[in-house]
Nanobody, 123 residues
Framework: QVQLVASGGGFVQAGGSLRLSCAASGRTFSSYAMGWFRQAPGKEREFVAAISWSGSNTYYADSVKGRFTISRDNAKNTVYLQMNSLKPEDTAVYYC????????????????WGQGTQVTVSS
């Protein structure tokens, strides 16, 4: 069992930055790939970024490549999402999730989800 708590969301102007954190409970954190998804009002939850259990592989949606960076610290049971050059279209609730599957781009791969943290980017 893994419990995830996301934090770090907030209100920022376009062009600004935020860093999201996702703290995990449980001793098996390092065996999970971790992902970030987001959901804007009226839209489906979409993939944003993911990182392999070791941190050696990272994956990004085209819409955030070059602006967002995912990282993890297995000693702290925490995964991060550094978001730079934010745009109004990045406004959404951001969710972290843990997966033991291989297709990190797919929501159904993930076994555990955090509660979400709101990110609002003004123009």
């Amino acid at each position: 069992q893994v419990q995830l708590v996301a934090s770090g969301g907030g209100f920022v102007q376009a062009g600004g930055s935020l860093r999201l954190s996702c703290a995990a409970s449980g001793r098996t954190f390092s065996s999970y790939a971790m992902g970030w998804f987001r959901q804007a009002p009226g839209k489906e939850r979409e993939f944003v970024a993911a990182i392999s259990w070791s941190g050696s592989n990272t994956y990004y949606a085209d819409s955030v490549k070059g602006r967002f960076t995912i990282s993890r610290d297995n000693a702290k049971n925490t995964v991060y999402l550094q978001m730079n050059s934010l745009k109004p279209e990045d406004t959404a609730v951001y969710y972290c999730a843990a997966s033991r599957g291989s297709n990190v781009y797919t929501r159904s791969t993930y076994d555990y989800w955090g509660q979400g943290t709101q990110v609002t980017v003004s123009s």
